[in-house]
């Protein structure tokens, strides 16, 4: 691809981008590579074996898409959220495996439909400092913190940028240790990510969920529109693929059973989550 760039974390991932538009003989791409967000367990986290490469539940599903197609999927770890964000809106690398909508991704990449998981994001605090929550207004006079490039859906992003304090920092690690520390009052997450994240980091029993802060928001796979691989015949086997593996309930057992492999790696899994309402 024009303009590659390297890495140098490793030679191979350079590689394994430098021959991404290998096309057939029907002008189609035999491999796509796709990102994400590599600290998204259980969908997407960086394999243990191999840390420049991404495996979890959104993997699975993407190759089981492609599977009739033909098309073979490679899935890199190119860094955090914000830096797979950048290499997928370059098309040097062309799917980004699990986005929201926003309107700003609307003019960097072509969602596929049907969005492949509803997920659920809260408001997480510190164990027994809970407040009053009714709605968005009340985080109004606190001090928030959240994962740079992260959305949680155009409507309340709208609103944390015109009315919260919402500070943006680039890992979880920082996010969790601001929270705890005191120095912000509530952090907004997804909520199967964000707890499976604090049991491996030991804090889950820190932790509390915020009641009646529940956000779900549609995930999708997002196409550069800069991708050499973009073309109707790959969101078309994209879509198809996903049409069916959606009705079939596959991204829920997917997501089931990374959730144990994902467990068995790094946190025992906890007894009991703290509850939504």
Not at 119 to 131: K, L, M, N, Q, T
Not at 143 to 156: D, E, I, K, P
């Amino acid at each position: 691809m024009a303009g590659l760039r390297i890495w140098p974390r490793t030679a191979a991932l350079a590689v394994v981008l430098a021959s991404g538009v290998a096309h057939g003989a029907g002008g189609v791409c035999e491999r796509i590579v796709i990102t994400g967000n590599p600290d998204y367990p259980p969908l997407l986290w960086v394999n243990p074996d191999d840390p420049g490469r991404l495996v979890g539940a959104a993997v699975e599903l993407l190759e089981k898409a492609l599977e009739p197609a033909g098309i073979h999927v490679d899935a890199l770890n190119v860094g955090g959220w914000s830096q797979a964000q950048q290499e997928v809106r370059s098309g040097r690398v062309d799917v980004l495996a699990g986005a929201f909508l926003t309107p700003e991704r609307l003019g960097e990449m072509d969602y596929v439909y049907p969005p492949f998981m509803e997920i659920p994001s809260v408001v997480f605090v510190r164990r027994g400092e809970a407040f009053p929550y009714s709605g968005w207004d009340d985080l109004r006079s606190r001090r928030g913190v959240s994962l740079s490039g992260s959305s949680f859906g155009a409507a309340f992003d709208t609103y944390a940028a015109d009315h919260l304090e919402l500070r943006s920092v680039p890992g979880i690690e920082q996010a969790f240790s601001l929270l705890l520390d005191g120095q912000v009052d509530y952090l907004i997450h997804e909520r199967h990510q964000g707890l499976a994240l604090a049991a491996q980091r030991n804090v889950l029993d820190q932790l509390d969920i915020l009641e009646g802060s529940l956000i779900n928001e549609q995930l999708h796979y997002g196409i550069s529109h800069h991708s050499a691989c973009n073309s109707p015949t790959l969101r078309a086997a994209l879509a198809r693929g996903l049409y069916d593996l959606v009705r079939q309930g596959e991204p829920r057992r997917l997501l089931e059973r990374y959730r144990d492999l994902w467990a068995g790696q790094f946190a025992p899994v906890p007894e009991a989550e703290p509850p939504l309402e």
